[in-house]
């Protein structure tokens, strides 16, 4: 039997660092299956979290963070607080707008229908879409998630290190958060936490949107540091 949206207690964790701009109008668009928007204010100089509470949307729950650790431990405090709040799920939304709300009920109903721990957003599924990427991220995008494949063991999952993720909040009760890095590696690492605890993984068919935002991530510290943290993590998964 398949579950409605309606049936469970719904939320979204934003991460939101340098986001005044663009949050406002996220929030506006996450549908009304949404039962709580997490957003989670990463000491972020332009307040973003502060512009968010200003749509007055009684969604809205504010977690503020005394000094800025990076968007994977912006979401281990999101992850924290909607276990606190007995949520069953919770997509993960980045602030910027890249990732189109209309698309959660796509994300979260094979974890609905009982087929996976978590679901990730497939940016490469749509290749009109993908067109609209900048080149040095999408060469980038592809060589780490090949690499991805290998270190979380999850060959079946196409783009791994896509950030828009669906995941029930029973799964994350048991998961172990010191394995969770607190920057970019936020993603992979989950995955490799999930695979080595034999939580199933599903990839969802999501084009991603880019305008005119400026990503925080540098692409040559990622050539830098994703190979050696994701080597470590294909020896941790091996032994």
């Known amino acids: 039997m398949k579950s ?30 949404v039962d709580r928007i997490i957003v989670v204010d990463d000491a972020c100089p332009e307040n973003s979290g502060k512009a968010a509470l200003e749509l007055n949307d009684p969604r809205v729950h504010l977690v503020e963070c005394p ?11 999101g992850f924290k607080e909607a276990i606190k709040q007995n949520l069953s799920l919770v997509i993960k939304l980045d602030g910027d707008g890249q990732m189109d709300p209309k698309h959660i009920p796509d994300l979260v109903a094979p974890i609905l229908q009982e087929q996976a721990a ?24 592809i060589g780490l998630s090949f690499l991805s494949k290998i270190a979380t063991g999850h060959w079946h999952i196409f783009d791994p290190t896509n950030g828009y993720i669906a995941i029930r909040t029973d799964v994350l009760k ?12 936020f993603e992979t690492s989950l995955l490799a936490e999930l695979g080595a605890r034999g939580f199933r993984v599903e990839d969802v068919p999501i084009p991603a949107v880019y305008g ?27 032994f």
Not at 11 to 31: E, K, S, W
Not at 119 to 138: D, I, Q, Y
């Open 212 to 238: 005119n935002e400026e990503s925080s991530l540098s692409v040559m510290n990622s050539l830098f540091t994703f190979p050696i943290k994701l080597a470590q993590t294909t020896v941790r998964r091996i």
């Open 118 to 141: 978590m679901t990730k957003g497939n940016r490469f599924w749509h290749f009109e879409a993908l067109k609209s990427m900048p080149l040095v991220r999408r060469i980038g995008n």
């Open 4 to 33: 409605s949206p309606q049936a469970h207690n719904i939320g979204v964790i934003i991460p939101a660092y340098r986001v005044a701009n663009h949050i406002q109008n996220l929030i506006r668009n996450i549908p009304k299956c």
């Open 67 to 77: 000094s800025n650790g990076g968007v994977g431990a912006a979401m281990k405090e």
């Open 174 to 185: 048991v998961l172990d958060f010191s394995h969770l890095s607190e920057r970019y590696f």
